[in-house]
């Protein structure tokens, strides 16, 4: 695959995962630009290891890694996850289906710690598989899983809290 | 993927629909990638040393420089060759013009 058809093919999907972890339009476009500019630099040395969306994925989930380290504020480094693992079964589905109709679940997501916003964004946004996730973030898939979990019923609270008091 | 999941997916999916990559962000894209285009034999060369036979780019710039010097050392015109020349000629000259008369 040329590096034009890349482009064609990974922009907007490229930029809507940054955009989704970084909330800023401006710094989301300059960060897919240098994004892009990595998988030129290192088209050649693709060796077809593994699949060119799981290679460009990665570099994708590693830019986007090593700029939100950058911009972690201290905030950010004391937050604890607060969610306890409540089962699947727990949750009112009648109320977060009114949630989600009444909350930007873009915003939802940019609220969420990065390590469960890259897991979720593969996941409901590029429509991964978990063991695609674990190819591209290069962890087992128990951690994935867990990951998932944790994530989407955080998801949950935030809509339960906020999607149907907004409604 | 349950309900919920398909909820999310489907309302995530409405609300990235207008987000799209600015022309102008893929023209620089553009512009960048032909900056990198003119530096592309220095990239060959250090992908090459780097990833294929390990050796640092610094190092071979400073061994062409070395065998660059020693080869031109090696060729440098001294005033002894100079007069072995000029002599050589003239004895060749002067044997042709006692030939000749």
């Known amino acids: 695959m040329s590096f034009d058809e890349i482009i064609d093919r990974y922009k907007d999907a490229i930029f809507r995962m940054v955009y989704m972890h970084i909330g800023d339009f401006h710094k989301a476009e300059d960060i897919t630009q240098e994004i892009f500019i990595k998988i030129f630099k290192n088209l050649s040395k693709f060796r077809g290891d593994s699949s060119i969306f799981t290679w460009i994925y990665k570099i994708t989930i590693n830019t986007i890694s090593t700029y939100a380290k950058r911009s972690r504020t201290m905030a950010d480094m004391l937050s604890v996850d607060y969610m306890e693992d409540l089962p699947d079964d727990d949750w009112d589905e009648e109320k977060l289906i009114e949630g989600l109709q009444n909350s930007s679940v873009i915003s939802l997501i940019q609220r969420l710690p990065d390590k469960y916003k890259e897991v979720l964004i593969l996941y409901y946004y590029q429509d991964l598989k978990v063991e695609d996730i674990c190819s591209i973030i290069n962890e087992p898939q128990g951690t994935i899983k867990s990951k998932l979990h944790r994530g989407r019923n955080m998801l949950k609270d935030m809509l339960l809290k906020e999607g149907v008091s907004n409604g | ?101």
């Open chain 2, 1 to 101: 993927m349950d309900r919920f999941d398909k909820e999310f997916k489907d309302k995530l999916n409405m609300e990235l629909r207008d987000i799209r990559l600015s022309e102008e962000v893929i023209l620089r894209i553009h512009e960048q990638v032909n900056k990198e285009k003119k530096f592309c034999f220095k990239d060959v060369l250090v992908g090459f040393l780097n990833y294929e036979i390990k050796l640092p780019y610094g190092t071979c710039v400073a061994a062409v420089a070395l065998a660059a010097f020693l080869g031109i050392s090696s060729f440098t015109v001294t005033d002894k060759d100079i007069a072995s020349f000029m002599n050589r000629n003239i004895i060749e000259i002067t044997e042709y013009w006692e030939e000749a008369h």
